[in-house]
T-cell receptor
Framework: GEDVEQSLFLSVREGDSSVINCTYT??????LYWYKQEPGAGLQLLTYIFSNMDMKQDQRLTVLLNKKDKHLSLRIADTQTGDSAIYFCAERGALTGGGNKLTFGTGTQLKVEL | DAGVIQSPRHEVTEMGQEVTLRCKPISGHDYLFWYRQTMMRGLELLIYFNNNVPIDDSGMPEDRFSAKMPNASFSTLKIQPSEPRDSAVYFC??????????FGPGTRLTVL
């Protein structure tokens, strides 16, 4: 089945850029998502990218997609303490069949230090 | 919009008891998803519905788990009998036409 992998931890200093990486196996992925989970809360959609795009920028967030290598990254510019959370990568498969399911990665715990 | 609503937020029960978790999706959303999150297994999709009909329940762990969606604004996930290994955070999410999913705050279940 589909697999999505992320590194478990990332620590950065406040004001630096954070880059969270994700790899996936499903070559039929149509959309790829980044969700943020703060302690004790549900997942909040941050941004998403369609599979025919290479890059998407939204304020401090930049998503890069390398479809050939099946690699997705999320860059957070000027990281703040409020960005400390778990970040999940998720992919959505083909639009037919089970395409409405998302496969989530394990999540990357981002810790922002002063 | 109130977002996805789940109840209760916390549930503590004893092994063998029946547990019912509830979810109200966002109005107008036609997909509803139930997930379970644990430290060991991460976020797992249990089941999802489209227009109140179960589409894929392959993630439901075993027969002790059942889910229903009697109408477009309500769904339940039931565990009977509950076991300690069912302890987890259970999330409900909804989406419109299979697009981005909006998650509820979750129900933290502890089975003693």
């Amino acid at each position: 089945g589909e697999d999505v992998e992320q590194s478990l931890f990332l620590s950065v200093r406040e004001g630096d850029s954070s880059v969270i990486n994700c790899t996936y196996t499903d070559s039929s992925s149509t959309y790829l998502y980044w969700y943020k989970q703060e302690p004790g809360a549900g997942l909040q959609l941050l941004t998403y990218i369609f599979s025919n795009m290479d890059m998407k920028q939204d304020q401090r967030l930049t998503v890069l997609l390398n479809k050939k290598d099946k690699h997705l990254s999320l860059r957070i510019a000027d990281t703040q303490t409020g960005d400390s959370a778990i970040y999940f990568c998720a992919e959505r498969g083909a639009l037919t069949g089970g395409g409405n399911k998302l496969t989530f990665g394990t999540g990357t715990q981002l810790k922002v230090e002063l | 919009d109130a977002g996805v609503i789940q109840s209760p937020r916390h549930e503590v029960t004893e092994m063998g008891q029946e547990v019912t978790l509830r979810c109200k999706p966002i109005s107008g959303h036609d997909y509803l998803f139930w997930y379970r999150q644990t430290m060991m297994r991460g976020l797992e999709l249990l089941i999802y519905f489209n227009n109140n009909v179960p589409i894929d329940d392959s993630g439901m762990p075993e027969d002790r788990f059942s889910a229903k969606m009697p109408n477009a604004s309500f769904s339940t996930l039931k565990i009977q009998p509950s076991e300690p290994r069912d302890s987890a955070v259970y999330f409900c999410a909804s989406s419109r036409q299979g697009n981005e999913q909006f998650f509820g705050p979750g129900t933290r279940l502890t089975v003693l």
